[in-house]
C-alpha cells in the first residue's frame, strides 16, 4: 500500500510541475513544492501540500484516488477426512479478479473416495490462485489469495440471450423448362434373342472381394482419476491379501415378486418410497450375518475382530466410478427404511455430494450387478471385509417344484469370502439361510 501512495503521489507532483512551468518564478515554487511533496508519506497530505503551494494548479491536473483492501487473506485446502492428506484439483469455478460470496463453490478437489466442494468462508474479491486445474494439493496448503470484504470484482456473465437469425431467403424458383419440339417415334423394339449357353467345361469366375487395408489407427490416452486409481489399487490388493473364494446358489423370486405386487402401490402411498428387492436382501443379509457373526468379523493382524453391529456397505454406481454407502445398524431398520436409505444414497452418488462419512466403515457388502443385466459374476471382498454377497438379474428358468418342471423366476447368487477367516461350511450356510428368506419373505417377520 505504501508503494503504490508514493507512486500516486509522484504522479500527481509531476502533472503539477508541468503545469507551473508556465508561470514566471516557477523553478523556485516548483522545487520546493516538489522537495516537499517527495517527503510525505501518504496521499492525503500530498494533496494539502500542492494546495498550500504559493502557485494554484488547474483543476484538470488533480486526481483522487481510493484503494479498498488490505492484506490478502489465504483460503487453504481443508481436511477432507482423517486418512485423506491430498488431493487432485478437478475444476476451477472462479478466476483471479472476480468476485466470491460466502458459501460459493470455488473448485472441486478429487480425492481417493469423493469429490470435494472447497467453498468460500467470507465474501471478497480472488487476488490469486496457487494452483492450477489437475495440480495436487496437500490439506493445510494455500489454496486462494483474496481480499476479505473487497468487491467490485467481475461476476460471472450471465448467458446472452441467442440471436434470432434472420429466415433465410427462399431461392428464386427455376425457370420452367420449355417444350421441346416432339421426338420423332422410335423404331420398334427388336425381337427378343435367347440367352446364350456357356460354353461346355467352363466354370463360373470366384466372386472378387475387396479387403480393406488397415488405414487410420487412433489412440486415445486419458490420465486415471484419483478415485479410478485408488479403486485399481484397492480391488488388486484385495486380490493380493485375501484366500478369495465364491460359493453360488439360486433363490426362486416367486414369493417377494408377489409379495411386491400385492403391496407395492400401498408401500408408496405410506412411506412415499418405491418398493424395491433390494430391503429383502439387505433384510436378509442381516438375519445371516447375525446368526454367522464369523462372516461379520475381520482379520487384524493375529487376531479376529468380532463385530456386534452390522453395517452393510451397498455398491453404487457414479458418473466418476463405483461408490459404496453405508448403511448402519442394519438389524434395527425396517424395509421403508432400507429403501429410503438406498434411495438417498444412490441421488447423493449421481450428483457427487457423497461424504466421506457416507462411506466410512462397513462391515458387509452386496453388489447388486442384475440392474446392469449381468446373469452371475464373481464379486471381490470389499478390504478389509471378508465377505460380499453379488447379485443378479433374474430370469424365468426351468425350475422343478414338489417333482414338477416349472418356469419360475430365478436369481443367482454369489458369495466371495476370505477362505482365511471363513470356511466353506460358513459360507454355504450363510448364502443359504438368504436363499431361504428371500423366498419366503414371512420368515424375517417371524424370525426364523
Same mark, same amino acid.
Given at each position: 500500500?505504501?508503494?503504490?501512495?508514493?507512486?500516486?503521489?509522484?504522479?500527481?507532483?509531476?502533472?503539477?510541475?508541468?503545469?507551473?512551468?508556465?508561470?514566471?518564478?516557477?523553478?523556485?515554487?516548483?522545487?520546493?513544492?516538489?522537495?516537499?511533496?517527495?517527503?510525505?508519506?501518504?496521499?492525503?497530505?500530498?494533496?494539502?501540500?500542492?494546495?498550500?503551494?504559493?502557485?494554484?494548479?488547474?483543476?484538470?491536473?488533480?486526481?483522487?484516488?481510493?484503494?479498498?483492501?488490505?492484506?490478502?487473506?489465504?483460503?487453504?485446502?481443508?481436511?477432507?477426512?482423517?486418512?485423506?492428506?491430498?488431493?487432485?484439483?478437478?475444476?476451477?469455478?472462479?478466476?483471479?479478479?472476480?468476485?466470491?460470496?460466502?458459501?460459493?463453490?470455488?473448485?472441486?478437489?478429487?480425492?481417493?473416495?469423493?469429490?470435494?466442494?472447497?467453498?468460500?468462508?467470507?465474501?471478497?474479491?480472488?487476488?490469486?490462485?496457487?494452483?492450477?486445474?489437475?495440480?495436487?494439493?496437500?490439506?493445510?496448503?494455500?489454496?486462494?489469495?483474496?481480499?476479505?470484504? $473487497?468487491?467490485?470484482?467481475? &461476476?460471472?456473465? =450471465? !448467458? +446472452?440471450? #441467442?440471436?434470432?437469425?434472420?429466415? %433465410?431467403?427462399? /431461392? *428464386? $424458383?427455376?425457370?420452367?423448362? &420449355?417444350?421441346? =419440339? !416432339? +421426338?420423332? #417415334?422410335?423404331?420398334?423394339?427388336? %425381337?427378343?434373342? /435367347? *440367352?446364350?449357353?456357356?460354353?461346355?467345361?467352363?466354370?463360373? !469366375?470366384?466372386?472378387?472381394?475387396?479387403?480393406?487395408?488397415?488405414?487410420?489407427?487412433?489412440?486415445?490416452?486419458?490420465?486415471?482419476?484419483?478415485?479410478?486409481?485408488?479403486?485399481?489399487?484397492?480391488?488388486?490388493?484385495?486380490?493380493?491379501?485375501?484366500?478369495?473364494?465364491?460359493?453360488?446358489?439360486?433363490?426362486?423370486?416367486?414369493?417377494?415378486?408377489?409379495?411386491?405386487?400385492?403391496?407395492?402401490?400401498?408401500?408408496?402411498?405410506?412411506?412415499?418410497?418405491?418398493?424395491?428387492?433390494?430391503?429383502?436382501?439387505?433384510?436378509?443379509?442381516?438375519?445371516?450375518?447375525?446368526?454367522?457373526?464369523?462372516?461379520?468379523?475381520?482379520?487384524?493382524?493375529?487376531?479376529?475382530?468380532?463385530?456386534?453391529?452390522?453395517?452393510?456397505?451397498?455398491?453404487?454406481?457414479?458418473?466418476?466410478?463405483?461408490?459404496?454407502?453405508?448403511?448402519?445398524?442394519?438389524?434395527?431398520?425396517?424395509?421403508?427404511?432400507?429403501?429410503?436409505?438406498?434411495?438417498?444414497?444412490?441421488?447423493?452418488?449421481?450428483?457427487?455430494?457423497?461424504?466421506?462419512?457416507?462411506?466410512?466403515?462397513?462391515?458387509?457388502?452386496?453388489?447388486?450387478?442384475?440392474?446392469?443385466?449381468?446373469?452371475?459374476?464373481?464379486?471381490?471382498?470389499?478390504?478389509?471385509?471378508?465377505?460380499?454377497?453379488?447379485?443378479?438379474?433374474?430370469?424365468?428358468?426351468?425350475?422343478?417344484?414338489?417333482?414338477?418342471?416349472?418356469?419360475?423366476?430365478?436369481?443367482?447368487?454369489?458369495?466371495?469370502?476370505?477362505?482365511?477367516?471363513?470356511?466353506?461350511?460358513?459360507?454355504?450356510?450363510?448364502?443359504?439361510?438368504?436363499?431361504?428368506?428371500?423366498?419366503?419373505?414371512?420368515?424375517?417377520?417371524?424370525?426364523?
Amino acid at each position: 500500500m505504501i508503494q503504490l501512495e508514493k507512486r500516486l503521489c509522484s504522479l500527481v507532483v509531476g502533472r503539477a510541475a508541468r503545469s507551473v512551468a508556465t508561470f514566471r518564478g516557477a523553478p523556485s515554487v516548483v522545487k520546493r513544492s516538489f522537495g516537499t511533496a517527495l517527503n510525505v508519506q501518504g496521499a492525503a497530505q500530498s494533496r494539502n501540500v500542492l494546495k498550500n503551494a504559493a502557485f494554484r494548479v488547474p483543476a484538470s491536473h488533480l486526481r483522487y484516488f481510493s484503494v479498498t483492501g488490505g492484506e490478502p487473506s489465504v483460503i487453504p485446502v481443508p481436511s477432507m477426512g482423517d486418512s485423506i492428506s491430498e488431493g487432485t484439483i478437478v475444476s476451477w469455478h472462479k478466476k483471479p479478479g472476480d468476485q466470491i460470496e460466502m458459501d460459493e463453490i470455488l473448485c472441486e478437489v478429487e480425492t481417493d473416495k469423493v469429490t470435494v466442494e472447497i467453498r468460500a468462508p467470507d465474501a471478497g474479491v480472488i487476488q490469486e490462485l496457487c494452483a492450477k486445474e489437475g495440480d495436487t494439493v496437500l490439506v493445510g496448503s494455500d489454496l486462494i489469495k483474496y481480499l476479505k470484504g $473487497a468487491t467490485g470484482g467481475a &461476476k460471472a456473465d =450471465a !448467458a +446472452a440471450p #441467442p440471436k434470432k437469425e434472420a429466415p %433465410a431467403k427462399a /431461392p *428464386p $424458383a427455376a425457370d420452367a423448362p &420449355k417444350p421441346q =419440339a !416432339a +421426338a420423332a #417415334p422410335s423404331a420398334p423394339p427388336s %425381337a427378343p434373342q /435367347p *440367352p446364350s449357353k456357356p460354353a461346355a467345361g467352363s466354370a463360373s !469366375a470366384p466372386p472378387q472381394f475387396q479387403v480393406s487395408s488397415m488405414g487410420e489407427r487412433i489412440d486415445r490416452r486419458v490420465p486415471m482419476s484419483r478415485m479410478r486409481k485408488r479403486i485399481a489399487e484397492r480391488l488388486k490388493d484385495s486380490q493380493n491379501t485375501a484366500a478369495m473364494l465364491t460359493t453360488y446358489n439360486e433363490i426362486d423370486m416367486t414369493s417377494v415378486m408377489e409379495m411386491r405386487n400385492l403391496y407395492k402401490d400401498e408401500f408408496q402411498k405410506k412411506h412415499n418410497i418405491k418398493l424395491g428387492f433390494m430391503s429383502a436382501f439387505v433384510s436378509a443379509s442381516a438375519k445371516a450375518l447375525k446368526a454367522l457373526p464369523i462372516v461379520n468379523a475381520v482379520i487384524d493382524g493375529e487376531d479376529i475382530v468380532y463385530r456386534d453391529y452390522i453395517d452393510i456397505s451397498v455398491a453404487v454406481s457414479s458418473p466418476t466410478g463405483l461408490v459404496v454407502p453405508v448403511l448402519r445398524d442394519v438389524q434395527n431398520l425396517s424395509f421403508a427404511a432400507i429403501e429410503g436409505a438406498i434411495n438417498h444414497y444412490g441421488e447423493k452418488a449421481q450428483s457427487g455430494s457423497l461424504a466421506l462419512e457416507d462411506m466410512a466403515g462397513g462391515t458387509f457388502t452386496i453388489s447388486n450387478g442384475g440392474v446392469f443385466g449381468s446373469m452371475m459374476s464373481t464379486p471381490i471382498v470389499n478390504q478389509p471385509q471378508s465377505a460380499i454377497l453379488g447379485m443378479h438379474a433374474t430370469t424365468k428358468r426351468p425350475y422343478v417344484v414338489d417333482g414338477k418342471i416349472e418356469i419360475r423366476p430365478i436369481m443367482y447368487v454369489a458369495l466371495s469370502y476370505d477362505h482365511r477367516i471363513i470356511d466353506g461350511r460358513e459360507a454355504v450356510t450363510f448364502l443359504k439361510m438368504i436363499k431361504q428368506q428371500v423366498e419366503d419373505p414371512r420368515r424375517m417377520l417371524l424370525d426364523l
